[in-house]
């Protein structure tokens, strides 16, 4: 099926699978598992009337289906754009010696980015398992033209060490921050007025190893244009060693928020947060 849809996007426009998919979209709604969650977040954490907030989880639902339909398109060599106003920032911690660790979410397109921008510092980002044959094929092939080595989530944490080395070395560890995923570990922050989980890993291991912090979002303006927003989060020198994973995780969380509310409908979190 997949490699099925590959080849369409060879020979089809990609507006035209884009308004196939607006139509499936509303049994989505009906029979998928996140609709309570992500009408709540609009209803509960925007604020927005009931109405608008059921407009807007169709907005969020073709929004991902857009997400999902790109990545085939990338399979199938279809070029995006990718409008970075502040690659100054990437490119200043790439001219450094030290690595550094580069923090993505559940927002907008990153793995696009892979795609797309080829980085000159070895990039080893963490991805989870599940995908099928298919995804991973292409995912590698295209990465491995950008310098991005995949590493896999393991069940015995090895992942951890794979990205302590690599920033070791002097390389990029890439991985989400609003996920919580293998570790158990957890800090919470404020997060649109109430408090949050937010998994612990990727702040204990910019502190324990006093590198910057890069976050990066791929937020879908055009058919087929992203534009990448970057920002520099500094390792706080300063309080415990918990206080400063605190203070960073803060500043991630506000950093993403920022970036939710300027683009609501792309941010997929498809269950109660805030639980």
């Known amino acids: 099926m997949q490699r099925a849809l590959i080849r369409l996007f060879r020979i089809l426009p990609l507006g035209l699978l884009y308004a196939v998919m607006a139509l499936v979209i509303p049994f989505y709604m009906l029979f998928g598992k996140g609709f309570g969650a992500s009408f709540a977040f609009y209803r509960k954490r925007l604020g927005y009337a009931p ?5 807007h989880v169709y907005l969020n639902e073709f929004a991902f289906g857009q997400v999902v339909l790109d990545r085939f398109a990338a399979y199938a060599g279809k070029r995006f754009r990718m409008d970075v106003p502040r690659m100054d920032l990437f490119d200043g911690l790439c001219a450094g010696k030290e690595g550094f660790v580069q923090l993505s979410s559940h927002v907008g ?7 797309t921008l ?8 963490l991805v989870f398992g599940g995908e099928t044959a298919t995804v991973m094929e292409n995912r590698a092939r295209l990465f491995g033209l950008t310098n991005v080595r995949m590493v896999p989530v393991t069940e015995d944490l090895s992942h951890i060490f794979t990205l302590n080395n690599a920033l070791a070395d002097g390389e990029i560890a890439s991985l989400p921050g609003d996920r919580v995923f293998g570790s158990q570990k957890t800090v919470e922050c404020l997060f649109f007025g109430e408090k949050a989980t937010f998994p612990a890993g990727p702040f204990v291991l910019a502190v324990q190893r006093q590198v910057p912090v890069l976050t990066v979002f791929a937020m879908k303006e055009k058919r087929r244009e992203y534009k990448v927003m970057l920002e520099v989060e500094p390792v706080p020198v ?19 928020e920022e970036v939710v509310r300027l683009y609501p409908d792309q ?4 269950y109660d947060f805030w639980k």
């Open 118 to 125: 080829k980085s000159p510092k070895r990039l080893n980002a």
């Open 267 to 270: 941010w997929y979190n498809f």
């Open 109 to 115: 397109n990153y793995e696009m980015v892979g795609y």
């Open 51 to 55: 109405l608008k907030s059921f407009a």
């Open 238 to 256: 300063q309080g415990t060693k918990q206080e400063r994973i605190q203070a960073l995780a803060d500043a991630y969380a506000r950093r993403l």
